[in-house]
């Protein structure tokens, strides 16, 4: 029987795609990278995963794990050889349980992160993480990526809001790892070693989710201000005046909003005059315990006095939920209208807060010198201390003269990044996007542990070969 064949034997002909019906599969969300594939496999549960790896590693047959697709470093994206088979979670989209009384869930890989959310909350719950995709991607996904997003601030990364994981290994084994506990010191951490290893070490079937107390309220703010140092110095204002109700903290360059305005014409900016003109917007998020009244009245106090010191130029502060939600979707707007406009070439990097402002100084500088007339779009979690630093072509560039400069210009901002301290893949994973330039910057002993790391678990080198590691 051929590969074809005995997948179609496993889990049913309309679930072996090829042709026409894989091609949604072989490129990825920017359309940076293309490949193909011999087949899109779509299991049900976890046994028929354990069956399709088992099937591939007996077969030396290398496998994809695909979430939904909207990962940014073409990880899920097949090489060119049509060797691969590409496995498919999505149809692994049931919630488990929900245990209000231990608040955790457990979910299975293929949930769409926006399912997962409102199963919680209609559990009386928060599952906090929260990004642009959230429509789209999945908990799988997520977790090989170990996704940020805009809470991180308060609560944490992926590998923060797992306790406990269900994983195929690269040899078709299944590993019951759901344990919804917080505390669990029993040796090594396998965890937090598959959440973040991006498909190239087992696939993530299941997961146990932490939840939170849903807030009251929740509101938001929009910020104008002249420069990073003073969005540096409101973050600290809103810590020290919010503590742990400060959920969110973006930062987006003035150009990022006026673009998102311009090509989505339907969304408004809600300053007008010299303060639609600055620089830098700072969103802040509150959650409230008590009301929307409560929330709004404390960060009247906050932003008042940041405006009193002349931190801070102008302030919209929501006046109720749909306002809070238009100031998010805003924000949320800019990567696609930076797709709307354009390749670009995108820089997912960690920046120590106190030396962000001499790096987007100091980088900003630097690329003029070398590539006069490029496009900087910033924009990022700077609670966090991540930034996408982003650049597109110029006003007169043709988009080709961008992208010839795309490897020039990554070792320029990679190398910026590195020597202020900071990590060249904050959020978004490496796949193959940075996977060329990690030597370049990691510790070798680093380097060297997690390749043999890789060479104990799948020895055979299946699990999404060419990703991460050379
Ligand atoms: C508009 C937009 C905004 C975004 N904003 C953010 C953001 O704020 N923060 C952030 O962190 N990311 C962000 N992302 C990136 C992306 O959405 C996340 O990386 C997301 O977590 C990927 O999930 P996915 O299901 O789409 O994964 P995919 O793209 O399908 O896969 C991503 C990687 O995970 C592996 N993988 C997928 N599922 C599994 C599994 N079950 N087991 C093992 N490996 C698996 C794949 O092999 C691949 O290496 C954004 C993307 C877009 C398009």
């Known amino acids: 029987m051929d590969t074809l064949e005995a997948l179609r034997a496993m889990l049913g002909p309309s679930h072996v795609l090829t042709d026409a019906d894989a091609q949604p599969f072989v490129v990825d969300w920017r359309e940076r990278y293309r490949g193909q594939a011999l087949a899109v496999v779509r299991p049900a549960d976890v046994g028929q995963v354990s069956e399709v790896v088992r099937f591939c590693a007996d077969h030396g ?26 496995l498919s979670l999505q149809r692994l989209n049931r919630i488990r349980g929900i245990d209000t009384d231990n608040d955790t869930m457990e979910v299975e890989a293929g949930c769409i ?60 084994d299944v590993w019951h790892g759901l344990r919804g506990l917080r505390k669990d010191n029993t040796g090594y951490d396998l965890r937090d070693l598959f959440i973040g290893s991006e498909g190239t070490l087992g696939v993530i079937t299941a997961a146990t989710l932490k939840l939170f107390p849903l807030p009251v ?122 797709k709307e406009i354009g390749k670009s070439i995108k820089h997912d990097v960690s920046i120590p807060v106190s030396r962000m402002a001499e790096f987007v100084e100091s980088t900003n500088a630097a690329l003029q010198a ?61 796949g193959q996007l940075k996977r060329d330039a990690l030597p370049r910057y990691k510790d070798p002993v680093e380097m060297a542990l997690m390749h043999k790391i890789k060479s104990v678990l799948d020895p055979q080198g299946i699990m999404n070969p060419g990703k991460v590691l050379q």
Request: glycine share 12%; proline share 4%; charged share 15%.
């Open 61 to 86: 047959i290398p496998l994809i794990p695909q979430g939904g697709n909207t990962g940014l470093c073409g990880g899920a994206t097949p090489d060119d050889s049509g060797a691969a088979v590409i």
């Open 217 to 338: 309220a929740r509101c938001t703010a929009l910020l104008a201000l002249e420069s990073i140092e003073a969005a540096i110095q409101m973050l600290g204002r809103a810590r020290a005046g919010l503590g742990a109700s400060l959920t969110g903290f973006e930062l987006m360059a003035g150009d990022c909003l006026r673009d998102v305005v311009r090509c989505f014409p339907q969304q408004r900016f809600p300053f007008e005059g010299p303060s639609a003109q600055l620089p830098w917007f700072t969103l802040l998020e509150l959650s409230d315990s008590e009301s929307e009244a409560h929330a709004r009245e404390r960060f009247e106090v906050v932003v008042g006095e940041a405006i009193e010191a002349g931190c801070v130029q102008d302030a919209v502060i929501a006046e109720s939920v749909a306002q809070s939600h238009a100031l998010w979707h805003l924000r949320e707007s800019i990567p696609l209208a930076e």
């Open 370 to 430: 070398a590539f006069p007339g490029i496009r900087h779009v910033i924009f990022g979690h700077l609670g966090d201390g991540n930034l996408h630093y982003n650049v597109a072509r110029g006003a007169d560039w043709a988009e080709g003269q961008l992208l010839a400069l795309q490897d020039n210009v990554y070792t320029l901002v990679h190398d910026r990044v590195h020597a202020v301290g900071g990590s060249i893949s904050a959020e978004h994973g490496v």
């Open 113 to 172: 992160l926006q399912s997962v959310q409102q199963a919680a909350r209609e559990a009386g719950r928060l599952f906090p993480l929260s990004l642009a995709a959230e429509g789209s991607c999945t908990i799988g996904g997520n977790l090989a990526t170990n996704a940020g997003g805009t809470q991180v601030l308060r609560y944490g990364n992926m590998r923060e809001l797992a306790l406990g994981l269900e994983v195929v290994t690269a040899q078709g």
